[in-house]
C-alpha cells in the first residue's frame, strides 16, 4: 500500500496527514514544520510520496533536499502544478494555494458534478468548479473577524466585539448592533451567494470548509457538505494525480 504525506504550512501553523488510496489515515497540527515532525510521520507510516503546501515564506532549500532524499516523490504546489481539472484562472500565479487544493478535495468527492466552494476562514472565499472539469474562479470577501475589527479600528469609538451567537435579528445596544449586524449580514451574504450559483450551475454541491466553517453549518438553511479537511484532501488528490501523471 501506498502511503502519502500532506502538509499545508500556514503563516501560524503546519497542518498534515497521512492517507492511503484516498482515505486519511492520521492527521497532524505542528507549530513549525521540523525535520523531527516530518521524520517520525514519515518513519511511523513508511511514506513514499509527499506534497508541500506553502503560505508565506519560502522553505528551507536544505530542508526540501533532505526530505527528497527520504521519499520516492516529492512535490511542492505552484501554480505550475499539473491538476486534475483545467484552471480558468486569468492569474494562475496569484491563485491562494488553499483555494486551488480546497477545490480539488471537491473534485475527489464530486468528480464531474458542478461544486462551490466555501472556505470560511479570515477570509471567505467562493470558488466555482463546472461538472466538466473547469474552474472558473471565485470571490474573496472578508470573514468574521475581520469584520469585526475593521469597525474598531476604522471607527473613532465603535468597541472591539466578540462572534457569539445571533439569538435576537436587531440588536439593543451598540455592541448587540454590531455582532447581529456583522453575523446576520455575513450569513445572508453566503445565502446569497449559494443561490445565485444555484440558479446559474444546476445540481449544485456546495462545500464548506475553514475554521468559521461551523457557525455557517449550523445557521444555513440551504444543504451543504461540511468538511474540515477539504485542503489536506485535496492536496492528497493533487498529489495522486502526479504521480499517476508523472
Known sequence: MVNNLVIDIGNSRTKA??????????????????EEHVLAALANHSVQNVILSVVGPALDENFKRWLAQQVDVLLELDHR???????????????????????AGAWARFPKQNCLVIDAGTCITYDVLTAEGVYL?????????????????????????EAREADQLIGQSTETAIRYGVLWGILWEVEGMIATAQNQWPHLNVLLTGGDCVYFEK???????AHSDLVLEGLNKILEYHVQHP
Open 137 to 161: 474562479g471565485g470571490n474573496i470577501s472578508p470573514g468574521i473577524q475581520m469584520r469585526f475589527k475593521a469597525m474598531h479600528t476604522f471607527t473613532a469609538s465603535l468597541p472591539l466585539v
Open 17 to 34: 496527514a497521512i492517507f492511503r488510496q484516498g482515505a486519511l489515515l492520521e492527521r497532524f497540527i505542528w507549530e513549525a514544520c521540523s
Open 81 to 103: 502544478t499539473p491538476l486534475p481539472f483545467r484552471n480558468a484562472y486569468a492569474t494562475p500565479h496569484t491563485l491562494g494555494k488553499d483555494r486551488l487544493a480546497a477545490v
Open 219 to 225: 445557521n444555513l438553511k440551504t444543504r451543504i457538505f
